[in-house]
C-alpha cells in the first residue's frame, strides 16, 4: 500500500532551475533514508542524491554546489532543489524510500520516475 509519486520534472535551458518533489503515501510508521537516483539513456542508474533521517546529506561529485536534497518528516517527502542545470544532467530522476510499516521489516521503494530535459 506504499506507493511513492514524483512531481516537478519538465524543460528548462541550461542554467535554469527545477525543484522535484516525491510524496511518500500509504501505511508508513517511518522513513529511513530517501535518494535521489537518474537514469539518462544509455547510462545506469545513479545515485544523486541521499538524505537521512536525522538530516545528513550526500552527494554526487557531479552535481555538489549546484543540487540541495531535503525532506519534510510530516509531509513525507523528499526534495530535490536543482539550479544551474546543464545538459549533461538531463534523465529520468527517480525517487528511492526505505520504509517501515508498524510491525513490519524495512523495504525500499522506487517512484515511477520523472523526466527532467536541459536544453542547450
Known amino acids: 500500500q506504499v506507493q511513492l509519486v514524483e512531481s516537478g520534472g519538465g524543460l528548462v535551458q541550461a542554467g535554469g532551475s527545477l525543484r522535484l518533489s516525491c510524496a511518500a503515501s500509504?501505511?508508513?510508521?517511518?522513513?529511513?533514508?530517501m535518494r535521489w537516483h537518474r537514469q539518462a539513456p544509455g547510462k545506469q542508474r545513479e545515485l544523486v542524491a541521499a538524505i537521512s533521517s536525522a538530516g545528513t546529506t550526500d552527494y554526487a561529485d557531479s552535481v555538489k554546489g549546484r543540487f540541495t536534497i531535503s525532506r519534510d518528516n510530516a509531509k513525507k517527502t523528499v526534495y530535490l532543489q536543482m539550479n544551474s542545470l546543464k545538459s549533461e544532467d538531463t534523465a529520468v530522476y527517480y525517487c528511492?524510500?526505505?520504509?517501515?510499516?508498524?510491525?513490519?521489516?524495512?523495504?525500499?521503494?522506487w517512484g515511477q520516475g520523472t523526466q527532467v530535459t536541459v536544453s542547450s
Open positions: 528511492y524510500a526505505d520504509i517501515s510499516a508498524l510491525g513490519y521489516m524495512n523495504r525500499g521503494y
Open positions: 500509504g501505511n508508513i510508521y517511518r522513513i529511513n533514508v
